[in-house]
Nanobody
Framework: VQLQASGGGLVQPGGSLRLSCAAS????????IGWFRQAPGKEREWVSC????????YYADSVTGRFTISRDNAKNTVYLQMNSLKPEDTAVYYC????????????????WGQGTQVTVSS
């Protein structure tokens, strides 16, 4: 069972990135998938989640209107489209899976990807 997060990089303020979370060893559509981020010296912060059964999406206030989470079940992958990026979005982004409903706390997730660095800077 493995999650692989990718798609991070360096982008200027106002730019966009799309993160991917690919699963191997299990079927993603049986799980709610969350994205978290952690900046240096800060606690891990919940960003977004998509539910397993009905695809309902949830967002932290700080990213609402700028980020969009989606899933492609055929590719066993969840995406996080990030637009209008700000320097405060700089962090390592992690995807995680839970067999329960979406949770906003990291302890509620069973499987984690390794993280991908997002840096927003001019």
């Amino acid at each position: 069972v493995q999650l692989q997060a990718s798609g991070g990089g360096l982008v200027q303020p106002g730019g966009s990135l799309r993160l991917s979370c690919a699963a191997s060893g299990f079927t993603l559509d049986h799980y709610a998938i969350g994205w978290f981020r952690q900046a240096p010296g800060k606690e891990r912060e919940w960003v977004s989640c998509i539910s397993s059964s009905d695809g309902i999406t949830y967002y932290a206030d700080s990213v609402t209107g700028r980020f969009t989470i989606s899933r492609d079940n055929a590719k066993n992958t969840v995406y996080l489209q990030m637009n209008s990026l700000k320097p405060e979005d700089t962090a390592v982004y992690y995807c995680a899976a839970t067999s329960f409903r979406c949770r906003t706390y990291y302890q509620g997730y069973d499987y984690w990807g390794q993280g991908t660095q997002v840096t927003v800077s001019s």
